[in-house]
């Protein structure tokens, strides 16, 4: 049954907000998305009220779940501060999975810090994070071929897409299904290669552009993270987007995150943009595991010959100077491209070939860091 705009708004209109009128008429409602069940919209108020919307907040989210054929509400609440004013004080956490205002990835007052939000996610030993600082360099691939490579050592491995709004995990995978319901209402993660995986894009069509402010790209983060039944896990790689904004923070903030991999190609203007994610993530108390230099040199798949295109030995480098582990170069290859414009990534597809046992290598070096937690788990 497909649900419409109009569906939502009527129920919408039934919910009073604080200042006495119907919510449809409160002037605070984004453009709503609604297709194939899948319900997205926020609510756009002054920080100043953000306590009190945040319980109208989720009675949207409760009026738009009870319309029958929606399978997925995610509602973000937008609290900005206006110019002059002074800040909220913080909002109190809450139980269940929700949104929190803009400004809560800032230090509450009285020198708490963001971090004691952390909770495990049951099940699984280890969260770790592949990132860039820029896009373009090869990131999801990377991830993917990675979470394979944990595979083949014995572990079980979940894959995260957290990419908002470049999601490339869908076609990376070849997965066109909807995520269904447990009895719990929690997505059940979609499984091909051994793998338990997870993406926005397979909540939206793949043209969808995703024009989310921050706490939107928030909310989702956080659904991802504890509105989908990941079963039990060795390991959850997180397909993290490019930069050091709202999606780190909150991945930082909700899981005690094991490690984080940053993916860089040799050149210079791509080390600028990965030195800074690093920093970012040292900066919130992640481990960083290691750099991979991803399009290290290109490989003639007809001659063999080598040439290094984007320069070579800059990861490696870096990782020396900021005293990181160097976990591997990954050429720049056609087999590697065409596998996973298939769908079919290369560890999967060419097991025995020379990338996969790159991408293993790789596997190995991370595995190796978090064996103790994953013994301990």
């Given amino acids: 049954m497909s649900v419409t705009q109009q569906q939502v708004l009527d129920s919408l209109a039934r919910i009073k907000s604080p200042r006495g009128v119907a919510l449809t008429n409160a002037n605070v409602l984004s453009p709503i998305s609604a297709s194939d069940g899948k319900v997205f919209f926020s609510i756009n108020v002054d920080a100043a009220e953000a306590r009190a919307w945040e319980s109208i907040r989720v009675e949207a989210e409760a009026a738009v779940r009870?319309?029958?054929?929606?399978?997925?509400?995610?509602?973000?609440?937008?609290?900005?501060?206006?110019?002059?004013?002074?800040?909220?004080?913080?909002?109190?956490?809450?139980?269940?999975?929700?949104?929190?205002?803009?400004?809560?990835?800032?230090?509450?007052?009285?020198?708490?810090?963001?971090?004691?939000?952390?909770?495990?996610?049951?099940?699984?030993?280890?969260?770790?994070?592949?990132?860039?600082?820029?896009g373009g360099v090869g990131k999801s691939t990377t991830a993917l071929n990675l979470a394979l490579g944990l595979r083949d050592l014995g572990l079980k491995v979940g894959l995260l897409d957290a990419d908002i709004y470049g999601p490339s995990v869908p076609r990376l995978t070849g997965l066109r299904d909807k995520p269904e319901l447990n009895n719990e209402r929690k997505m059940i993660p979609l499984r091909r290669f051994g793998l338990a995986i997870m993406s926005i894009g397979f909540l939206v069509e793949?043209?969808?552009?995703?024009?989310?402010?921050?706490?939107?790209?928030?909310?989702?983060?956080?659904?991802?993270?504890?509105?989908?039944?990941?079963?039990?896990?060795?390991?959850?790689?997180?397909?993290?987007?490019?930069?050091?904004?709202?999606?780190?923070?909150?991945?930082?903030?909700?899981v005690p995150l094991k490690g984080a991999v940053i993916v860089s190609t040799p050149q210079d203007l791509s080390l600028i943009d990965a030195r800074r994610g690093l920093a970012?993530?040292?900066?919130?108390?992640?481990?960083?595991?290691?750099?991979?230099?991803?399009?290290?040199?290109?490989?003639?798949?007809?001659?063999?010959?080598?040439?290094?295109?984007?320069?070579?030995?800059?990861?490696?480098?870096?990782?020396?100077?900021?005293?990181?582990?160097?976990?591997?170069?990954?050429?720049?290859?056609?087999?590697?491209?065409?596998?996973?414009?298939?769908?079919?990534?290369?560890?999967?597809?060419e097991p025995d070939g020379p990338h996969a046992a790159i991408y293993r290598a790789i596997a190995g070096q991370v595995r190796d860091q978090l064996k103790g937690v994953i013994a301990a788990a």
């Avoid at 509105?227 to 903030?253: C, N």
């Fill in 280 to 349: 970012m993530f040292r900066k919130v108390n992640v481990p960083v595991l290691g750099i991979v230099e991803n399009m290290s040199y290109f490989q003639c798949p007809q001659c063999g010959t080598r040439s290094d295109i984007f320069g070579h030995g800059g990861a490696r480098h870096e990782a020396e100077k900021l005293g990181v582990p160097f976990l591997g170069e990954i050429p720049l290859h056609m087999a590697i491209r065409a596998t996973s414009d298939a769908g079919n990534p290369v560890v999967d597809s």
């Fill in 206 to 254: 793949e043209e969808t552009a995703m024009i989310w402010r921050g706490p939107m790209v928030m909310s989702a983060v956080t659904q991802m993270l504890r509105d989908v039944e990941w079963g039990r896990l060795d390991v959850l790689v997180v397909d993290m987007p490019p930069g050091t904004g709202d999606a780190q923070l909150t991945l930082a903030q909700n």
């Fill in 66 to 134: 009870a319309i029958p054929g929606v399978t997925t509400v995610m509602v973000a609440l937008t609290a900005e501060r206006k110019p002059g004013s002074a800040p909220p004080p913080p909002t109190p956490s809450r139980g269940t999975p929700g949104v929190q205002p803009v400004h809560a990835h800032k230090p509450p007052q009285g020198g708490g810090s963001p971090m004691a939000r952390q909770s495990e996610i049951p099940g699984v030993a280890a969260v770790i994070a592949v990132a860039s600082g820029k």
